[in-house]
C-alpha cells in the first residue's frame, strides 16, 4: 500500500493521441497551402507558336455597331407594330446598349447601375439615354416615355461610341 505522501508518476497518454495531433497539424497545413495556390492570380502562359491575342480590328467592329444597329431597329419594329408594349421596348433597347458596350469595350455595362457608369466617365450618349429614356420607362410608375426616342438614343450610342 502506497502512502499518501508517495508522488506518482505523470500520466502517459497513448501513442494514438500524438499522431492524431500531428496528423491535424499536417492537414491544417496542407490547407493553407492549397488556399495559398489556388487563390493567387495566375500568370498568363504565351505558348511559343500561339496567337497573341489582338484588340478587335475595325472590320469586326463595324460589324458589331451593325449589329447592334439591326438589334435596335427590330425592337423599334416589334414596338411599332404593337407586339411589345412602351416599358417592354425601352427595357430591351437598354439591355441592347449595355451590351452593345460590353462586347465593344469590355466595359461590364449589363450589370452597372447609372451611379456606377457615371462614377467611371463612359461616353455622356450612354448615360442620357439610360437617364433621360430607359429609368424613367423601367422604374417609375405612370406611362413609359416613348420608345422611339428610346431607339433614337440607342443609335446615337451605337454609332458614336469609342
Known sequence: ??????????????????????????????????????????????????????????????????????????????????????KRANLELSRAVRGFVNEYSGLEAPVLALDDLVARGVDPALIDAIRRHYYPSIFQRGPAIDPVYGAEAARKVVSTWH
Request: net charge negative; no cysteine; proline share 8%.
Open 1 to 86: 500500500m502506497l502512502a499518501s505522501d508517495d508522488l506518482y508518476p505523470p500520466a502517459q497518454y497513448g501513442w494514438g493521441w500524438i499522431l492524431l495531433a500531428i496528423g491535424i497539424l499536417l492537414l491544417l497545413g496542407l490547407a493553407a497551402w492549397l488556399l495559398i495556390v489556388l487563390t493567387r492570380p495566375r500568370r498568363s502562359i504565351t505558348l511559343a507558336g500561339a496567337p497573341l491575342l489582338t484588340p478587335p480590328t475595325a472590320e469586326v467592329l463595324a460589324q458589331l455597331r451593325t449589329e447592334y444597329l439591326g438589334v435596335v431597329q427590330g425592337i423599334e419594329d416589334s414596338y411599332r407594330s404593337g407586339n411589345m408594349d412602351p
